[in-house]
């Protein structure tokens, strides 16, 4: 039988490789998360999906499952191998709530979000923060700058986005590896910030 | 009236899993990394479960990457990756949750790791 791993060996992790962390890379459709995946990803990115029944009903058994809703979300997905014992992934998650079991499953354990906003469409980010904030995650807000998006200053865009006043924003092209490297480096700082503030 | 196209891609990854759709054991999150143990023999397993031994026997790899190679929704790979584990194929190296471990130190390994690639 022919396997479909046949074609092309997947990239192992190193051997020394004991620790996993992830990051949510957090935006509406089509504000880049799979851009700034691709970037910054040593893999080629890989595209997963999770069935699930909306408004958070369980489905454990599949009786009566033709009477639900369900739906397939995809998330991408990338890998980078920072130190011979740490590998971070980066998890594009679609900012709508509804789908609160990926929601819980995804933020369980994640370092913090990094949530992706287009100034051209601001109030389209409101709904990907909202379900950050209600998961407790900590986060930073890259503005990713498209070609011919207005660019405001960044009181501005700050009070359109009600940040507190710690919360990192920074702007970033995605398709730009260096600066979507700052920008997760401006996350995992404040993360950092808020690890050593913690009594 | 058309079909509905997905009716019978719903059904199928349950077939795979025997019908459940919770593992046995809860200890799979995306980022687990997973391998095999190379001891056992494959026989006897269903055919999804080859193709996860055969994958994993080159090294570690996460949850979500043995989803995405495979094209197998998480939570089914969850199911039979938790099944493998079971019967000793595979096993398991720490990921996120079970690694609480020095939150700060780790946090400053991943800041100092990010800016070493600038």
Same mark, same amino acid.
């Given at each position: 039988m022919d396997s479909a791993l046949a074609s092309e060996p997947p990239p192992y992790l190193p051997d020394t490789v004991r620790t996993s962390v992830k990051i949510l890379i957090v935006g509406h459709f089509a504000v880049g998360k799979t851009t700034y995946i691709g970037t910054l990803s040593e893999i080629r990115p890989l595209r997963t999906e999770e069935r699930m029944t909306q408004a958070g009903a369980a489905v454990d058994d599949l009786a009566g499952i033709k009477d639900k809703t369900t739906t397939t979300v995809a998330m991408d997905f990338g890998r980078l191998t920072l130190t011979d014992d740490i590998v971070l992934y980066l998890f594009g998650t679609p900012g709508q709530e509804r789908f609160s079991r990926l929601w819980d499953d995804l933020a369980r354990g994640a370092l913090g979000a990094l949530i992706l906003v287009d100034t051209a469409r601001l109030d389209r980010s409101f709904a990907a923060m909202d379900v950050v904030e209600k998961q407790g995650l900590p986060y930073a807000v890259a503005v990713n700058h498209f070609d011919g998006s207005p660019s405001f200053p960044e009181d501005e865009v700050r009070e359109a986005l009600d940040l507190a006043p710690g919360t990192p924003l920074v702007t970033c092209d995605a398709r730009d590896r260096r600066s979507s490297t700052e920008a997760l480096i401006s996350l995992v700082d404040h993360l950092l910030t808020l690890d050593t503030e913690q009594p | 009236m058309t079909p509905r196209r997905n009716e019978r891609a719903l059904v199928r990854p349950h &077939?795979?899993?025997?019908?459940? =759709?919770?593992?046995?054991?809860?200890?799979?999150?995306? &980022?687990?990394l997973v391998l095999a143990? *190379? #001891?056992?023999?494959?026989?006897?397993?269903?055919? %999804?479960? &080859?193709? /996860? &031994? %055969?994958?994993?026997?080159? *090294? =570690?790899?996460?949850? =979500? %990457? /043995?989803?995405?190679?495979?094209?197998?929704?998480?939570? /089914?790979?969850?199911?039979?990756?938790? #099944?493998?584990? #079971?019967?000793?194929?595979?096993?398991?190296r720490a990921g996120a949750p079970a690694a609480p471990a020095p939150k700060v130190r780790l946090l400053q390994e991943v800041l100092d790791g990010l800016r070493a690639r600038l």
């Open positions: - | &077939v795979v899993t025997g019908g459940r =759709a919770r593992p046995s054991r809860n200890v799979f999150d995306v &980022v687990t143990t *190379g #001891d056992l023999p494959r026989t006897g397993l269903t055919p %999804e479960k &080859v193709q /996860i &031994v %055969e994958l994993c026997l080159g *090294g =570690a790899l996460s949850v =979500a %990457e /043995i989803s995405g190679h495979l094209g197998l929704p998480v939570g /089914i790979t969850r199911v039979l990756l938790s #099944d493998l584990v #079971d019967s000793g194929h595979l096993t398991t």
